[in-house]
C-alpha cells in the first residue's frame, strides 16, 4: 500500500493485524489436500513434522519401518518425495520432530524391551548423529528453546511380563550442537525414587511384580513455553510426571483422579447391543481419564495443561486386566441391582479393570472403574481439573451420527465401541489464531477433529468439528476417506508454504495426511472482508475506514492467498527478509526510495518496539537489526515523502 495514512486509519491496521477486531470469529478447518502412504491399518501415517524452510513434511510410517519426507509446498497437492530406512538404527520410529532445520526420530529397538535411539537427520534426510535413549520411546520433542530434545520412554514388558523395562524420559542437550553429540548428552530419568513412596490412590501400579519405576509407563510430553518444565502422561497409570529442566530432575507424580459418570454433566453410552438404541445416561461407573496426548499452553498469564483422554488397557497374554461388567462379582451393598446393571443392554457389556475397585479386599466389587474419560480435560500445572468436556463428545456425535454413533476406525456399526472407548480422544493441538486459542481434538475412532475455544479455560466452547471420513463406503484402501487420526499438527500462517493457517491431520488406519486450512467464519454484528491478501472479521463500525484502505467485502479468493514458498514475502510492493527472523531483517524495495524514511515497528499492543530514521541516501534496501525484541508477531510501518509501507514480520529465536 501507497498510501498516506491518517493517525486513525493506521491505528485501524494494527488493531486489525493484531486480532483486536476478531472477538467475535470462530475458526472453520476446509479441506485443501490429501496424501496417501497407499498403506491401509498398517500405520502408513502415524505422527508428522513440518520443517518451514524446505516446505517438507516428515511421516512415520510403521508400515515401512521409513520416515517419508513429503513435498507441502503446494498444500493442495503434497507429493511423496523419499523415504529414510531406518532399519540401520532398530525397528520402526514411533515419532518425530523438526526445529531449526534438525530432524530427530524416536526409533524403537528391534527387541522392544531394550534400549531404542533419537536419530538426527538434516532436512535433506541426511543422516547426522544417534544417541541410545530407553526402551521403546514413543514420543520426541523439542524444548521451544531449541536447546533440548525429550523422549518418552514407554517401556512396555514382554508378552509374558518376564522382562519389564522400568518407564523413563530421556533430556538430550543439543545446545552445542548435533555433529559432537555423545552419550554424555543424555540424561535419562526414570521414577525409581517413588518405589518406596506411598502414592496418591488415583496412581495406578498393578502390573506383576513391577516397582513404580517398572509399571510407569511414559506417553507424551508437553514442555512449557519458557523451556523450564516438561509435563509427561503415565497413560496406563492414569498420573502425571513433572520435571525441573533446569536440573533435570522429576519433582512430582500426580494422580489424576476419576470421573464419576453419576454426575449429571458425565453420561455415557455402555454397550454395543441393541444397536436400536443409543443410551446416553449416568451409571455407577468411574472413569479413569488416562490421557494420551498433551499439550502446554498459557491462557490469560497463567499456564494450563490440556489432555486428551484417551485410555488404554494392558493386555498380555499373562496379564490382562480388562473385563465385562457382567463378569464381575459385584458388592450387594454396593449394586443393589446388579442384575438390572449386568444386563448386556444396560452396563453389562462395559470393558473394565479387574485391578481396580475391590475396596474392601473381599474378592467382590465395591466399584467399577473403566478406561479413558471420553472427553479433553484441561488442568493446571499441579494436576487440579479446571474444565472437563464432560459427556458433550459423545452427546454431539450423536446428534451428528445417529446411524453412526461410536462407530470404530475400521467399520461403520452403530455403537460399536460404547463398550469400550467410545470416539476415543486421542491427539490434540493447540494454537493461537487472531485473538483466540483453540484446542484441536481428534476422534481416534469415530474420526474427525472437533474445535474447542479455550481462551477462556473455565468456559470452552466447542465451535466446530469436521470428519472427512466416508461413512457410505467401507473401510479399506482407498475407501473411506480419513480414518483414525493420531497425530495433529498445527502450521501458523507465518511459516505455512501457503501463507495460510494449516492443520495437518496423520490418519493412522486409512494411512492418509489430511491437510485444512483454518478459515474465520463471523459471527454476529462481523463482517467477512479481504484485506491484504487475508480475511478477517471486523466490526460494522470499522467497515468504512477499512473500505478506504482497499479491502473488499467478502473472504479473499484462493488465488489471492497463494504465495511463492520462500523463507522472504512480498509486502504491498516490498520484501521482507528473511521472515521468520531471528531479529536481523531486511526491507527490500524494488526501486530506491527518496528522501528520509522512518521506521516503527509495533507489538501485538499496539505500541512502539523498536524505531529508526534513515537519512536522504536513497536506499532501496533497508537493514533492521531487532534482535533485542522477544520472539512474536510484529507489525511495521515505513513513512517516506512518496508514501507509507506496511507489514507484518515474525521473530522467531
Known amino acids: 500500500m501507497k498510501n498516506h495514512l491518517t493517525p486513525l486509519l493506521l491505528l485501524l491496521i494494527i488493531m486489525l493485524q493484531s486480532g483486536y477486531l476478531f472477538s467475535q470469529s470462530v475458526v472453520d478447518l476446509k479441506l485443501i489436500g490429501r496424501y496417501s502412504s497407499n498403506v491401509y491399518d498398517g500405520g502408513g501415517t502415524e505422527i508428522a513434522a513440518y520443517d518451514p524452510a524446505t516446505s ?19 498444500p493442495s497437492d503434497p507429493v511423496f518425495l523419499s523415504a529414510i530406512d531406518l532399519g540401520p538404527y532398530g525397528a520402526a520410529a514411533n515419532s518425530v520432530a523438526i526445529k531449526n532445520g534438525v530432524v530427530v526420530a524416536a526409533v524403537e529397538d528391534t527387541i522392544k524391551q531394550q ?56 533430556i538430550i542437550d543439543i545446545s552445542g550442537g548435533i555433529a559432537g553429540l555423545t552419550q554424555a548428552n543424555v540424561t535419562t530419568l526414570d521414577f525409581s525414587a517413588y518405589n518406596n513412596t506411598i502414592l ?27 523451556s523450564e518444565k516438561a509435563y509427561v502422561t503415565l497413560q496406563e497409570n492414569n498420573a502425571l510426571g513433572v520435571i525441573n529442566l533446569k536440573n533435570n530432575k522429576i519433582v512430582s507424580l500426580i494422580g489424576l483422579g476419576f470421573k464419576n459418570y453419576m454426575d449429571v454433566n458425565n453420561k455415557l453410552d455402555a454397550s454395543d447391543q441393541n444397536s436400536a438404541i443409543v443410551n446416553i445416561t449416568n451409571w455407577p461407573v468411574y472413569g479413569m481419564y488416562q490421557p494420551d496426548a498433551i499439550k502446554h499452553v498459557r491462557l490469560n498469564g497463567n499456564n494450563y495443561l490440556v489432555t486428551a483422554n484417551e485410555g488404554d488397557v494392558r493386555e498380555y497374554s499373562a496379564f490382562a486386566e480388562g473385563s465385562r ?59 487440579g481439573l479446571v474444565f472437563d468436556s464432560g459427556d458433550e463428545l459423545e452427546t454431539f456425535l450423536y446428534e451428528k451420527y445417529p446411524l453412526n454413533f461410536n462407530c470404530s476406525n475400521t467399520n461403520n456399526t452403530l455403537k460399536n465401541r460404547s463398550d469400550d472407548k467410545g470416539p476415543e480422544p486421542e491427539g490434540i493441538e493447540v494454537a493461537e489464531i487472531f485473538d483466540s486459542t483453540y484446542a484441536f481434538v481428534g476422534l481416534e475412532r469415530t474420526g474427525g477433529v472437533v474445535v474447542y475455544n479455550i481462551t477462556d479455560p473455565l468456559n470452552p466452547r466447542l465451535v466446530n468439528y469436521v470428519n472427512t471420513r466416508d461413512l457410505s463406503q467401507t473401510p479399506g484402501l482407498n475407501s473411506g476417506g480419513d480414518l483414525g487420526p493420531e497425530g495433529l499438527l498445527f502450521i501458523p500462517a507465518a511459516e505455512s508454504p501457503n501463507g495460510r493457517n494449516l492443520l495437518v491431520v496423520s490418519n493412522e488406519i486409512s494411512g492418509t495426511i489430511a491437510i485444512f486450512e483454518t478459515d474465520v467464519l463471523c459471527a454476529t454484528y462481523k463482517v467477512q472482508v479481504c484485506y491484504d491478501g487475508q480475511t478477517y472479521c471486523v466490526g460494522k463500525k ?62 501485538m499492543m499496539g505500541s512502539v518496539v523498536w524505531s529508526a530514521s534513515f537519512s536522504s541516501t536513497d536506499l532501496s534496501i533497508f537493514d533492521v537489526d531487532a534482535s533485542m525484541l522477544n520472539s512474536g508477531l510484529y507489525f511495521y510501518t515505513v513513512s517516506t515523502l512518496s508514501g507509507d509501507y506496511n507489514g507484518k514480520v515474525v521473530i522467531s529465536k
Open 115 to 170: 534400549n531404542g535411539k533419537a536419530v538426527f537427520f538434516d532436512a535433506a534426510g541426511n543422516y547426522l548423529n544417534h544417541v541410545e535413549v530407553g526402551a521403546l520411546p514413543d514420543m520426541i520433542t523439542f524444548s521451544p528453546d531449541g536447546n533440548k530434545v525429550l523422549v518418552a520412554n514407554e517401556g512396555e514388558p514382554n508378552s509374558d511380563y518376564s522382562i519389564d523395562p522400568v518407564g523413563s524420559v530421556s
Open 200 to 226: 496418591d490412590p488415583s496412581i495406578r501400579v498393578y502390573g506383576p511384580n513391577a516397582t513404580v519405576a517398572q509399571d510407569m509407563e511414559p506417553e507424551y510430553i508437553a514442555v512449557s513455553s519458557n
Open 325 to 383: 461388567v457382567a463378569s464381575l462379582l459385584l458388592d450387594e451393598t454396593a449394586f443393589p441391582d446388579a442384575v438390572t446393571l449386568k444386563n448386556n443392554n444396560n452396563l453389562g457389556r462395559l470393558n473394565v479393570t479387574k485391578n481396580l475397585g475391590d475396596t474392601d479386599n473381599d474378592g467382590d466389587y465395591d466399584q467399577l472403574y473403566t478406561f479413558g474419560a471420553r472427553s479433553f480435560t484441561i488442568w493446571n500445572t499441579s494436576g
Open 56 to 74: 517438507h513434511l516428515f511421516s512415520v510410517n510403521a508400515s515401512t519401518g521409513t520416515l517419508d519426507i513429503i513435498d507441502l509446498s503446494d
Open 542 to 603: 470499522q467497515l468504512p475506514s477499512l473500505l478506504q484502505l482497499g479491502a473488499v467485502i467478502g473472504p479473499c479468493e484462493a488465488e489471492e492467498r497463494n504465495h511463492t514458498p520462500s523463507s522472504s514475502v512480498n509486502l504491498n510492493g516490498h520484501f521482507v527478509y528473511p521472515n521468520p527472523t531471528t531479529g536481523a531483517f531486511q526491507l527490500k524495495f524494488p526501486a530506491p526510495v527518496t528522501g528520509n524514511a522512518t521506521i516503527n515497528i509495533y507489538n
